[in-house]
């Protein structure tokens, strides 16, 4: 083997990102930035905790559980990745599109 790790680090990286892009982004306007503010990666590129560590008690562990009961049952309805990905951005608001390819006209659009 050679000291290979078999492909598992390119694995755990797209793992990781999955894995930030469903628990983290969906947290309201300015948390993520405040949770790596606290946090700041070290010079090897890693942080000193998880940033769910950095969460107030009060309010924002009990919003991250809530929010990963609502994802796990998007994945427990979905029939797939792509039905997952598909409830899981019409859940959080990051649908654009309909499901025909038509744009959707948002309401901040347009305002100046």
Do not use: C
């Not at 793992?15 to 930035?33: A, C, D, M, N, T």
């Not at 990963?68 to 994945?75: F, R, S, Y």
């Not at 979905?78 to 025909?100: C, I, M, T, V, W």
């Amino acid at each position: 083997m050679g000291g290979s790790t078999g492909g598992l680090g390119q694995a755990s990286s797209v793992s990781g990102k999955i894995h930030h892009q469903v628990r983290y982004e969906p947290l309201p306007p300015g948390v993520l930035e405040e949770l790596k503010r606290k946090l700041p990666k070290n010079e090897s590129g890693n942080r000193r905790a998880k940033l769910w560590q950095a969460l107030t008690p009060d309010t924002g562990i009990p919003h991250l559980d809530r929010q990963l009961t609502a994802i796990t049952t998007v994945m427990q309805l979905s029939d797939g990745k792509h039905e997952f990905e598909e409830n899981f951005d019409r859940l959080f608001g990051k649908q654009r599109y309909l499901p025909l390819g038509q744009p959707v006209k948002l309401l901040d659009e347009g305002k100046a």
